[in-house]
């Protein structure tokens, strides 16, 4: 298996459309990062939730998710399942985000997801980030959308333990799914590891990838 770095990464950001979106798609990737970089930049934006009790959810959570880390998270108010509509508004907050941080690496939703909003955010951040390394996360759902990944993150069995309790012990307002348990998130770690060559790992796409083969 080919492995690529991305240098010493001191500031990355991380996207989502929904609370929970960044923790489920790529909470062991920020686990990975975090615990390795203390004192990482960490520039966290959620498009719907703001206000409410998924909004205190998610601070919760990615401060876990995030240990050490310098996290500075922005929870916006715009519609769960109606992004679309709000194009000019979802846009104008990704732009914004770009213009107080240069980060070395962006973690977005995957454009190919058929989740509505995920999809559409997944357009944007392109758009903004232009220059930047952008990792497209998976979210497993009924929709039946995994794709074949281009890129993985392996995990630790301790990382990948942490992802799970810490998405059960808090977003108790997902609890009710019934794709949203242990056996959902650890197995889909476990097939990308087998994919990767190690036990667990995340699994992203890339759209666009420069080398720098000469160095």
């Known amino acids: 298996m080919i492995r690529l770095g991305a240098g010493?990464?001191?500031?990355?950001?991380?996207?989502?459309?929904?609370?929970?979106?960044?923790?489920?798609?790529?909470?062991?990737?920020?686990?990975?990062?975090?615990?390795a970089r203390p004192g990482?930049?960490?520039?966290?934006?959620?498009?719907?939730g703001g206000g409410g009790e998924r909004e205190q959810?998610?601070?919760?959570?990615?401060?876990?998710?995030?240990?050490?880390?310098?996290?500075?998270?922005?929870?916006?108010?715009?519609?769960?399942?109606?992004?679309?509509?709000?194009?000019?508004?979802?846009?104008?907050?990704?732009?914004?985000?770009?213009?107080?941080?240069?980060?070395?690496?962006?973690?977005?939703?995957?454009?190919?997801?058929?989740?509505?909003?995920?999809?559409?955010?997944?357009k944007l951040v392109p758009t903004a980030f232009r220059d930047h390394l952008v990792l497209g996360y998976e979210i497993v759902k009924w929709d039946g959308d995994l794709g074949r990944p281009t890129a993985y993150q392996p995990l630790s069995d301790e990382?990948?333990?942490?992802?799970?309790?810490?998405?059960?012990?808090?977003?108790?307002?997902?609890r009710h799914r019934p794709w949203y348990d242990r056996e959902a998130f650890l197995g889909l770690a476990r097939i990308r590891g087998i994919e990767s060559q190690t036990r667990y790992a995340e699994a992203f796409a890339v759209t666009k990838l420069t080398l720098d083969l000469g160095e």
């Open 8 to 35: 010493r990464l001191d500031r990355i950001v991380a996207v989502g459309a929904h609370c929970d979106d960044i923790a489920i798609g790529a909470g062991g990737t920020l686990l990975t990062l975090c615990r």
């Open 40 to 48: 990482i930049r960490v520039d966290a934006l959620v498009l719907t």
């Open 57 to 122: 959810e998610e601070r919760a959570a990615l401060a876990a998710f995030c240990p050490g880390a310098d996290l500075r998270l922005t929870v916006h108010k715009l519609p769960d399942g109606r992004l679309p509509a709000h194009w000019e508004e979802a846009k104008a907050a990704v732009e914004e985000l770009r213009a107080q941080t240069d980060p070395g690496l962006v973690l977005a939703p995957r454009t190919e997801d058929a989740h509505q909003d995920h999809r559409g955010l997944a």
């Open 159 to 174: 990382i990948a333990e942490e992802k799970v309790r810490l998405l059960q012990e808090h977003y108790a307002s997902q």
